[in-house]
T-cell receptor, first 117, second 112 residues
Framework: EPEVTQTPSHQVTQMGQEVILRCVPI?????FYWYRQILGQKVEFLVS????????KSEIFDDQFSVERPDGSNFTLKIRSTKLEDSAMYFC???????????????FGPGTRLTVL | GDSVTQMEGPVTLSEEAFLTINCTYT??????LFWYVQYPGEGLQLLLK?????DKGSNKGFEATYRKETTSFHLEKGSVQVSDSAVYFC???????????FGQGTTLQVKP
C-alpha cells in the first residue's frame, strides 16, 4: 500500500540554524501539506501546496518557512533560522488523487521530530 | 474561523465497554469530517470520514455520523479493546485547499 515517508525521523539542531525536512508524498497525489504538533498540543496546519505553488498558509508559516517540490517526488519544508519554539513534530500529508481537495483523504507521514536547542 | 472541539480526556475504559468521544464543529460552507487516530510513537492514521450531512463513516468497529443540525461528529464503538488505546483527533476540511482543522485530541486508555 502506498504511503507517505518522511526523513529524518528526528532532527536536533541549534537555534539559528537552517533545517530541511523531507517528505515523499504518495506518487499520484496532487495536494501536499505540512502540519506541526507541539508536544501535548493539537495538530496545526502550516501550508498547502498545489500545482507547484503555495495555495494557502497559516499565520505560523512566516518568512522563516518555505516549501519546495524540487524534483516531482520530494516535498520539503525549510526553516531558515530555527527558534526554540519551532521544536515540534512536523507531519507531511498528501491527498487528491481525484482532484477534490475538500473531500479527499489526507494521508500522513510518520513525522519528523524537530528539537531546537 | 472554522474550529473543532473535542471532549477533554483522558478517557479510561475497561475492555468491552462502549465508547463515545464527542466532537462538535463550527464551519462555513460544507466541510468534510474526519477522525484520525495516533498510536503511541506513530503518525496520524485515518480512521473514518464523512463528506456530507447524514453520512455515516465506519471502520474497525468505529462509527461516526455527520450531523449538520447539531454540528457534531461523535465517535462511537460498541466494544473497545486494549489495542484501541491511542489519541483520537476529530478534524474538518476548511476552505478550498482541503486544509485540516483539528480538535485538541482525546486520549483513550483501555484497561484489560
Amino acid at each position: 500500500e502506498p504511503e507517505v515517508t518522511q526523513t529524518p525521523s528526528h532532527q536536533v539542531t541549534q537555534m539559528g540554524q537552517e533545517v530541511i525536512l523531507r517528505c515523499v508524498p504518495i506518487s499520484n497525489h496532487l495536494y501536499f501539506y505540512w502540519y506541526r504538533q507541539i508536544l501535548g498540543q493539537k495538530v496545526e496546519f502550516l501550508v498547502s501546496f498545489y500545482n507547484n505553488e503555495i495555495s494557502e498558509k497559516s499565520e505560523i508559516f512566516d518568512d522563516q518557512f518555505s516549501v519546495e517540490r524540487p524534483d516531482g517526488s520530494n516535498f520539503t519544508l525549510k526553516i531558515r533560522s530555527t527558534k526554540l519554539e519551532d521544536s515540534a513534530m512536523y507531519f507531511c500529508a498528501s491527498s487528491g488523487a481525484s482532484g477534490r481537495a475538500r473531500t479527499d483523504t489526507q494521508y500522513f507521514g510518520p513525522g519528523t521530530r524537530l528539537t531546537v536547542l | 474561523g472554522d474550529s473543532v472541539t473535542q471532549m477533554e480526556g483522558p478517557v479510561t475504559l475497561s475492555e468491552e465497554a462502549f465508547l463515545t468521544i464527542n466532537c462538535t464543529y463550527t464551519a462555513t460552507g460544507y466541510p468534510s469530517l474526519f477522525w484520525y487516530v495516533q498510536y503511541p510513537g506513530e503518525g496520524l492514521q485515518l480512521l473514518l470520514k464523512a463528506t456530507k450531512a447524514d453520512d455515516k463513516g465506519s471502520n474497525k468497529g468505529f462509527e461516526a455520523t455527520y450531523r449538520k443540525e447539531t454540528t457534531s461528529f461523535h465517535l462511537e464503538k460498541g466494544s473497545v479493546q486494549v489495542s484501541d488505546s491511542a489519541v483520537y483527533f476529530c478534524a474538518l476540511t476548511s476552505g478550498n485547499t482541503g486544509k485540516l482543522i483539528f480538535g485538541q485530541g482525546t486520549t483513550l486508555q483501555v484497561k484489560p
